[in-house]
């Protein structure tokens, strides 16, 4: 009986699975996508603009903290089947896609779509950060992220463009939790003996302990296992609070990921993040109560309380550009613009570099003997 109350509740608070994004346009009877640059949705054959409309009077809603101690006490995070089979209730077509992709077009005609698993265990996002860059700013922001880049030969910079961009949505965990730290370290203080030729610097070491006390706010970490993670930790943060209760409306023509990485799994990589944070929080601490020089030797322990959590679809732009036949991907921050990827090194410009530090390096040396 208590599995059935709970089903139920996890049911109500989730969202309704296999929604359809498709909105037909009024004037031509088009698939409608939603535009960045606006927040509603566009005609692209017609010009037709509409609004989407707000859950009630006081506008659209945000995503949620949810409970971290329910949902793992339940595991309710586990995905089922690696693929699945969908008909578009437009034109009839009927698609195989991965279990892992919540969104997609009809390849036949187009038609908008948001494909969910309807059972307990698929958890619909709680929110969106939807666009706001458009594909054309972002092929912009990539031009000026590019040309700033003094390693990358002249060559690339020039000849440089991006194929098409492909706007995707991707899973991402939020973790909010009150941390509790108890801490050992060493601060040195730096001083000098002697004079001339016999002077050195001498550091005293010394013991120190104490509690540190900090809420930790937004906690990110990449629900991905298909995208290159160190590359999208470049076009970090994303403003997490500006995010929109979920509809499937903000989808609409783009691609989106449901997650690989589940939510216990989640909470294991945002712990390391978050104590690593602290550390440089603790050691910043006793080194300005100390005025010391250096910190070495620390220990911490963590305690965390009140976990709660978000899932929320994060919007990123990818693309790729070719220079001498090889390729380098790129994202942009769908939010920001903030660019992140690879690009190609000139060797001959990391060898000037190498011996312009030489020539410093020998100048300093001359002029300070």
Known sequence: ????????????????????????????????????????????????????????????????????????????????????????????????????????????CGSNQVMEANDVQTMAPNGVVVFKITAQQAGDRFTQWLSKKWFAPRAAKESAKADKFKGIYLPYWTFDADTVTDYTAEYGIDRTEGSGENKRTVTDWHRTSGVYEEFIDDQLVAGTGDQNVQMLRQIEPFDTKDNKAYKPEYLAGFLAERYSVGLKDAWEKAKEFIKSRLRSAIESKVMNEHNADHVRHYSGNTAFSNITYKYLMLPIWMSAFKYKDKTYQFVVNGQSGKVGGKYPISPWRVALAILIGIAILALLYVLTQ
Not at 13 to 36: I, L, Q, W, Y
Not at 42 to 51: A, G, I, L, M, Q
Not at 76 to 83: A, E, K, L, R, T
């Open 1 to 108: 009986m208590a599995d059935a109350n709970y089903e139920e509740a996890m049911n109500a608070e989730h969202v309704s699975t296999m929604k359809e994004t498709d909105r037909k346009c009024p004037n031509c009877g088009a698939t409608m996508d939603f535009d960045p640059s606006t927040g509603g949705m566009y005609c692209p054959y017609c010009d037709y603009r509409e609004e989407i409309k707000a859950e009630n009077s006081q506008g659209e809603s945000v995503a949620g903290e949810q409970d971290f101690a329910s949902a793992e006490f339940t595991g309710n995070c586990d995905w089922g089947v690696s693929q699945k089979t969908v008909t578009c209730k437009s034109c009839g077509a009927v698609s195989v896609y991965d279990a892992l992709e919540v969104a997609n077009e009809c390849p036949y």
